[in-house]
T-cell receptor, first 118, second 110 residues
Framework: GAVVSQHPSWVICKSGTSVKIECRSL??????MFWYRQFPKQSLMLMAT?????????EQGVEKDKFLINHASLTLSTLTVTSAHPEDSSFYIC??????????????FGDGTRLSIL | AQRVTQPEKLLSVFKGAPVELKCNYS??????LFWYVQYSRQRLQLLLR??SRESIKGFTADLNKGETSFHLKKPFAQEEDSAMYYC????????????FGQGTELSVKP
């Protein structure tokens, strides 16, 4: 089945550091990937849609200069949290689905990345 | 506005009891509805989607457009069903973008 790999699974770093999180589709190509954020005991909140070869589309209230997204290939999207601060500490999850024409394919999720900013 | 509402944060039942996890949605159009499940220390995974109209692990969900609901049901709960359940909505031609409900934690006691 379709597998999405996310790396790293856990990051602890100092305030002011930039952190890059990778999301890979291992056995399929994905033109579009999604990045979500999840606070403890809360739901997943869509942050942005990552589009291969073009700019990401950000949801309202998400700072694009804070959360840089790059989707350079059909199997890799990266989320960089720039100059991270404690309030950016959260669980970040990506998802992707195989490219299909005229079809709304279900999403496959990565394991998530727990980011802790000290 | 697009919205998914799961009114119960926690649902606790005994093994063998029926289970119903509620989900209501708001969407101006014909959405696609999903149930995702997250077992302890595992990734989110698809449980079922309304267009498939199938039963997975004994769970079923019927889309009721009149009541804008997509409740998840199982006649006899098992301990291994204990998990977080998320109802999600995707609009037509939105490329798979999902709007999630708040999630319901199901606890099945022996």
């Amino acid at each position: 089945g379709a597998v999405v790999s996310q790396h790293p699974s856990w990051v602890i770093c100092k305030s002011g550091t930039s952190v890059k999180i990778e999301c890979r589709s291992l056995d399929f190509q994905a033109t579009t990937m999604f990045w979500y954020r999840q606070f403890p005991k809360q739901s997943l909140m869509l942050m942005a849609t990552s589009n291969e070869g073009s700019k990401a589309t950000y949801e309202q209230g998400v700072e694009k200069d804070k959360f840089l997204i790059n989707h350079a290939s059909l199997t890799l999207s990266t989320l960089t949290v720039t100059s991270a601060h404690p309030e950016d500490s959260s669980f970040y999850i990506c998802s992707a689905s195989p490219n299909r024409v005229n079809s709304n394919q279900p999403q496959h999720f990565g394991d998530g990345t727990r980011l802790s900013i000290l | 506005a697009q919205r998914v509402t799961q009114p119960e944060k926690l649902l606790s039942v005994f093994k063998g009891a029926p289970v119903e996890l509620k989900c209501n949605y708001s969407y101006s159009g014909s959405p696609e509805l999903f149930w995702y499940v997250q077992y302890s220390r595992q990734r989110l995974q698809l449980l079922l989607r309304h267009i498939s109209r199938e039963s997975i692990k004994g769970f079923t969900a019927d889309l009721n457009k009149g009541e804008t609901s997509f409740h998840l049901k199982k006649p006899f709960a098992q301990e291994e069903d204990s998990a977080m359940y998320y109802c999600a909505l995707s609009g037509y031609n939105q490329g798979g973008k999902l709007i999630f409900g708040q999630g319901t934690e199901l606890s099945v006691k022996p």
